[in-house]
């Protein structure tokens, strides 16, 4: 679940280049043409792209079709939003990973994706390099935080305790986050790199690593509905 | 009884300078009273660390506020109950002025007492005077007053104690001393003609002598009544003696007061002009071969002056009624990134109502965001907020070229004033960490007021 740890995705796109023996296939998936068109272009030689989709349907033949290492998912699609291309996938192909990449602003949206299975969240507003690096990441099997679901993370698992006290938790562990955890999520928060916060927290970049996969495992796997209600009832405050 | 007195009716350190530093200490509130809402006697969450005697809130020796802020009581209600444990027998009092020898002061290690040990001579005065006093109470209570002896221990540890932090407390104790008491020594040399002094200290003995002995041995016939009359009578010889003094102290209060209320506003309107006319000037000077953004930022100027000056709408100063922090964030984000053209990332976790004190934080960020915008040279600047019952932290952060804090000139307004003193003001705290070629992250927090949590629906 947590992805191969020791895949060797080094941290800058730069040795990954070198570093890597196939450039990531990639699949982008996306209503507006222009903004396929400009991710494809930003992308460049860093990464194949595969295919392209706009809706739901096409994305999901297409995904089943040409297998990609990663789809750079929109959360927002016409036929039913990302959520449905990821839940429609997931089982049939494992080895397909899914970044979310977004506009919106919206949490529920967010979390519903992530929730779904996909194995990260970056903003349309990322530069063209930070996003190679993430598709790398994502390849490898990372988790990729922007700052922004780190906040929604946080913000998500500090309104837990205050939801129905009705709702005993199954396993607290995957309920809470730890101290470290809740750290390292301040500090993506705050657009720190995985590497500054290693360096901040004296702890290696691998650690790093497994501690945002270990939120992304406890995001996706905590049965506590209040998770999913805590975004919907969000936009309502 | 005077040493307990004076503890309910000053605040703050003495001094003719109002802009000085006291203004941006951060531990300051310039309030007596909490705010009102529905647990009026606390005031905020009780601090942690050692007990300190308060140096920015005090109006004698500090203890009540610094108790105050040790356990969340509103300072006032502590006060009040020193002023009633002495009037039950001076114990008030004498617990205060123990406190004060105690205790140490806001950012000292060791206490009055350590010091008032090495001094031989006081210590000679203080049992000199402790034996004198013990030696009237002694021939009082033989005389037939049973009640002095109720009074003397208090009395003789208040005196003792105040003769000691009177010689042994640091330069700033000692002139809140002198100012407590200045007054009450001026009665005897300038208040007023010397005939209408004498007739009151006249009335005051007799009402006072009369009162206590109708109070003390008033247990025969029409007791309560007796009683009830000598207790008038206390406290009309008390009010003829003090009034004059208190109503003098009352006074200087609320002048200096209303002075440093004009400091603070001065300060403000120092910070808002350089945070929108200053900049904006510097803005044009920069932009000054497109003629077209010029115009804009000069209208957009002059817009802002106009709210500011003839509607009271403070320029950036998100006055919306039911703003929310994060809203107000978003806010920074939208007018930063249409008039400097570089993007900010904001993230938000939690959230909550403004109110002046947070007012003051996204004023704070919004010139810690525009200063990244325009000197590091980043391509792109993350604010991210967290709110929390305790507080609010706010960092903004850029990986421009960041610079040395020690190169930066003292007259570089910006830093210092508009977000150090103006988070200091509100009882928050800015740091700032950089360093030329790392980038630079300003980090800014402000605690929340016990009754406004929790923020979350």
């Known amino acids: 679940m947590t992805g191969p740890a020791g895949s060797g995705v080094p941290s800058r796109p730069g040795q990954a280049a070198r570093g890597q023996a196939r450039r990531p296939r990639v699949v982008i998936v996306d209503d507006h043409g222009l903004f396929r068109s400009g991710v494809r272009s930003e992308l460049g030689d860093e990464v194949e792209v595969v295919g392209e989709a706009d809706d739901v349907e096409p994305a999901i033949a297409l995904v089943s079709a040409c297998l990609p290492d990663v789809v750079l998912l929109d959360v927002h699609l016409p036929g039913g939003g990302g959520q449905a291309v990821v839940t429609a996938l997931r089982a049939s192909h494992p080895q397909v990973r899914f970044l979310a990449l977004s506009a919106s602003d919206a949490p529920e949206d967010v979390i519903a994706v992530i929730r779904a299975g996909a194995r990260g969240y970056v903003t349309k507003t990322i530069s063209g390099p930070d996003l190679v690096d993430a598709v790398r990441r994502v390849a490898g099997g990372d988790t990729v935080f922007s700052p922004r679901l ?18 005993p938790s199954l396993d607290p562990e995957l309920d809470q986050l730890s101290p470290r955890e809740r750290e390292v999520l301040r500090l993506i928060a705050r657009g720190y790199t995985y590497k500054e916060i290693a360096r901040e927290l004296f702890i290696s970049v691998k650690t790093v690593e497994s501690h945002v996969s270990s939120v992304l495992r406890k995001l996706q796997l905590s049965t506590r509905h209040q998770l999913t209600r805590w975004a919907t009832e969000r936009r309502l405050a | 009884m005077g040493s307990a007195r004076t503890g309910s ?23 007596w009273f909490g705010r009102p809402g529905s647990r009026p006697w606390m005031r905020r969450p009780p601090g942690s660390g050692p007990l300190r005697r308060s140096r920015e809130d005090r109006l004698a020796g500090g203890v009540a506020a610094g108790l105050a802020a040790r356990t969340g009581l509103d300072p006032t209600v502590v006060r009040t109950g020193f002023v009633v444990a002495t009037v039950f027998g001076l114990i008030g009092a004498a617990l205060y002025v123990l406190a004060w020898l105690l205790i140490p002061a806001e950012g000292a290690d060791t206490n009055i007492a350590a010091r008032a040990l090495t001094d031989r001579r006081g210590i000679a005065l203080v049992a000199g005077l402790a034996s004198l006093l013990v030696v009237v109470l002694v021939i009082a209570s033989a005389l037939r007053a049973s009640w002095v002896g109720s009074l003397a221990w208090p009395l003789v540890i208040s005196v003792a104690g105040l003769t000691l932090i009177w010689r042994n407390a640091p330069p700033d104790e000692q002139a809140v001393l002198q100012r407590l008491a200045d007054p009450l020594l001026g009665l005897a040399h300038r208040g007023g003609s010397r005939r209408r002094l004498v007739a009151r200290v006249a009335i005051a003995a007799v009402a006072l002598t009369l009162g206590l002995d109708w109070l003390v041995t008033g247990h025969q016939v029409a007791g309560a009544l007796r009683e009830i009359a000598g207790v008038i009578l206390v406290v009309a010889a008390i009010a003829i003696l003090l009034g004059p003094w208190w109503v003098r102290i009352a006074r200087d209060l609320m002048i200096e007061r209303q002075a440093r209320i004009r400091a603070e506003e001065r300060a403000d309107m120092a910070a808002r002009v350089h945070d929108s006319v200053l900049q904006t000037l510097a803005l044009i000077q920069r932009r000054a071969e497109h003629p077209q953004q010029v115009i804009q930022l000069a209208r957009a100027q002059e817009r802002e002056l106009r709210a500011w000056l003839f509607d009271g709408q403070a320029p950036g100063s998100l006055d919306g009624q039911d703003m929310t922090l994060a809203a107000g964030i978003r806010l920074i984000q939208q007018d930063v990134e249409a008039q400097h053209e570089v993007p900010v990332e904001a993230v938000t976790v939690g959230d909550c109502e403004l109110d002046d004190d947070l007012r003051a934080l996204l004023a704070a960020a919004r010139e810690a965001t525009v200063n990244a915008v325009k000197w590091s040279g980043a391509p792109a600047v993350s604010i991210f907020a967290e709110v929390e019952p305790a507080g609010v932290t706010l960092f903004v952060r850029d990986r421009g070229r960041g610079f040395d804090p020690a190169a930066v000139p003292a007259d570089r307004k910006g830093l210092a004033e508009s977000i150090h003193a103006r988070m200091a003001r509100r009882g928050g705290t800015a740091a700032v960490r950089t360093a030329p070629g790392e980038g630079t992250e300003v980090s800014l927090t402000m605690p929340r007021a016990a009754e406004r949590q929790p923020g979350r629906p």
């Open chain 1, 150 to 167: 780190a906040g929604f993370v946080l913000d998500a698992f500090a309104a837990l305790p205050a939801d129905g006290p009705g709702v």
């Open chain 2, 9 to 31: 009716s000053r605040t703050g350190p003495p001094g003719p300078d109002p802009l000085g530093t006291e203004l941006l200490d951060p531990g300051r509130r310039g309030r």
